[in-house]
């Protein structure tokens, strides 16, 4: 079965650091790029960050550019993104997602995980 | 950035209606243009994709239209697992952005 699984979210301080993965399958997960989005609670959806194929090639957004970084383990399937320096309004939940070619650029998002909850808060 | 601004921002409508929702481009996107639903508590779901092409496995009651800067996404027949939040996302350019959502409610 095709799918994405995200994992490693949590309750983390203000200033605190924590990692979360999203373990794909039942694809070539190194033909495909990969991209971080977030759903604060009851709000919309925001684009965080994207990686190539390869993995040789990453975009962030501003609001976590210099405090999040996403990476890729092909012989794992899996996905990160560390996120460091955290802050209130990085609450939400992450969800990763597939495009359906190996850029990361001009690319829309056919496969979703469910979501991990990031809860920053003293 | 690209904004993206979506109408309504929320409608309440009958099974068997018609909806239509609107995104607007702050700057032309040629067809870079995509549009998912949500339903409470899941994951985003990909509907359409490029402005116009229907995604595998979604009912042929979704449509939607292009390019430019003014876009729609419509459905013919509104039934019962249509109602969920609905969301516009261009893709020509970094960041990526989403339209603040729609959400259909049943009348």
């Known amino acids: 079965e095709v799918q994405l699984l995200e994992s490693g979210g949590g309750l983390v301080q203000p200033g605190g650091s924590l990692r979360v993965s999203c373990a794909a399958s039942?694809?070539?997960?190194?033909?495909?790029?990969m991209s971080w989005v977030r759903q604060a609670p009851g709000k919309g959806l925001e684009w965080v960050s994207a990686i190539s194929g390869s993995g040789g090639s990453t975009y962030y957004a501003d609001s976590v550019k210099g405090r999040f970084t996403i990476s890729r383990d092909n012989s794992k399937n899996t996905l990160y993104l560390q996120m460091n320096s955290l802050r209130a309004e990085d609450t939400a939940v992450y969800y990763c997602?597939?495009?359906?070619?190996?850029?990361?650029?001009?690319?829309?998002?056919?496969?979703w995980g469910r979501g991990t909850l990031v809860t920053v808060s003293s | 950035d690209i904004q993206m601004t979506q109408s309504p921002s929320s409608l309440s409508a009958s099974v068997g209606d018609r909806v239509t929702i609107t995104c607007r481009a702050s700057q032309s996107i040629s067809t870079y243009l995509n549009w998912y639903q949500q339903k409470p508590g899941k994951a985003p779901k990909l509907l359409i994709y490029a402005a116009s092409r229907l995604q595998s496995g979604v009912p042929s009651r979704f449509s939607g239209s292009g390019p430019g800067t003014d876009f729609t996404l419509t459905i013919s027949s509104l039934q019962p697992e249509d109602f969920a939040t609905y969301y516009c996302q261009q893709s020509y350019s970094t960041p990526q952005t989403f339209g603040q959502g729609t959400k259909v409610e049943i009348k």
């Open positions: 997602a597939k495009s359906p070619g190996t850029i990361a650029v001009k690319s829309y998002f056919d496969l």
């Open positions: 039942g694809f070539t997960f190194s033909s495909y790029a």
